[in-house]
């Protein structure tokens, strides 16, 4: 889906949009071969190393501000803090050193950038987020010798890996703040790095759940690369709706405007306990992901965006299984599918969604500190659970759901939820490459799917096959 009317603005009022990595055509190669020796026998970069760095620097840059002002903008952001330039920095899809920096002040030496540091970051008209950017911009000087030739006639495309390793890191540092037993405060920092993996069919093993499969990367890597193929081949559009949810709608366009502009879908895994591709490996990257669904609305209903995704024209619906990983863990310990509602706790039928919301933590977690945490931070962060619970109270919703699932309470806290998702997503990629091979579209949002409602059966027939067949269970779940 494309959004093209999106513009996202510091507040002095340069349209800027953040560097990121395109590829072009091979037969607009010539063009950028062409910038690149001129640039190079203009200006000297003897001082770094190797030619391929610099060949890199100068291409992304072309590319980027091609795209910057076929868009109406006015310029890149670059960060200047050379830590952010590291190589195994998941937030650096260019993979360029801190010599990106020397680059760009060469250029703006030579009269072809001006740099403008300290500007706020950009905003919305929707959404204001805080902090500092520098902002390049090009002189008349480039856009009349390069820039202006160029425009319209090189076709770009953001290169965009199929599948993703990222690795978190938390590192504990001593504060000079005091404890009351004399200790000093620890203060933990966080930070996630991608990683370079070499495998090309390694073997995922669930210790505890009894499953182990191979996930064949490269095969993986070029169904992922189709199934992007087919999805551009389709025009994304959202069906009339109430004002206010129209309103949401646009802030959600927004405040998520490179995925909209884009939206090509990747699978992300968690590199935890030196295993590249037992955590995680769930889909991400399609707009349809960040619409607002469980937010309340005027009304004080949930907004339910996705309800209105059209697909060439045509109704969509959307199924998804019924309180999944629970049930993948009754699955996996011999037991029958659980009876009833599993988020609702007799005697505080009112917090059911508070409920459906720990239920997820719980298995995320490692232990109960934690979980308590993160269950205050997600019903502070989402507006339909703005419930101002006491620990006592929190403690009351684990200790019901404990007893509630007594079968699988083994597996609160034990943070199996990254090997669950492990196993969701083999059962998504199944469920996908089926849609993908009869030509139809299927959008995953994780445990649920979107496809044309004249699909509707085929897609809860395959979702219930692949549950059964990856888990090697006989056990049925609600589809729904």
Known sequence: MSVDDIKLNSFDEIKSIWIRKYICEDSDKYFVDNFIQSICSQIDFSNIKPQT??????????????????????GIIIPFASNYWVKSNAYNPLGFSKDIIQIVNKLADSGFFQIRK???????????????????????????????SLIGRVQLRPEID????????????????????????????????????????????????????????????????????????FEFTMDKMPDFKKAAYEQCAFDNADTFAFGQVRRVF????????????????????????????????????REYILIDGKKTVELDYNCLHANMLYARSNNKPFEGDAYTIKGYEHWRNECKVAMLIVFNSEDNDEAQKAFRDKIYDSKGFLKNLTTEEIGTIFDGLKELHSPIANWFFSGVGTRLQNIDSCIASNILKFFTKEGKPCLPIHDSFIVWEEDEELLRQKMLEEYQRVLKTNNTIGIG
């Open 118 to 148: 300290g500007h706020n970051n950009f905003f919305s008209e929707y959404d204001v987020k805080k902090g500092k950017c520098t902002i390049i911009t090009l002189t008349e000087n480039f856009k009349l010798e390069y820039l202006n």
């Open 162 to 233: 199929p599948i993703y390793v990222h690795e978190k890191i938390v590192e504990k540092k001593k504060t000079g703040k005091m404890k009351k037993d004399g200790e000093r405060r620890e203060r933990k920092s966080k930070s996630v790095k991608a990683i370079k993996y070499y495998e090309i069919k390694p073997k995922v093993s669930h210790t505890g759940l009894g499953l182990s499969y191979r996930i064949n990367i490269e095969k993986e890597e070029k169904f992922i690369r189709e199934y992007n193929q087919l999805l551009s081949q």
């Open 270 to 305: 968690n590199k935890i306990d030196n295993t590249n591709f037992t955590h995680g490996g769930r889909f991400y990257g399609h707009f349809t992901q960040c619409l607002y669904n469980r937010r309340l609305g005027a009304d004080g209903n949930p907004l339910k965006l």
């Open 53 to 74: 760095r610099i060949n890199l620097a100068l291409e992304q840059l072309l590319l980027n501000f091609i795209y910057c002002y076929s868009k109406s903008n006015e």
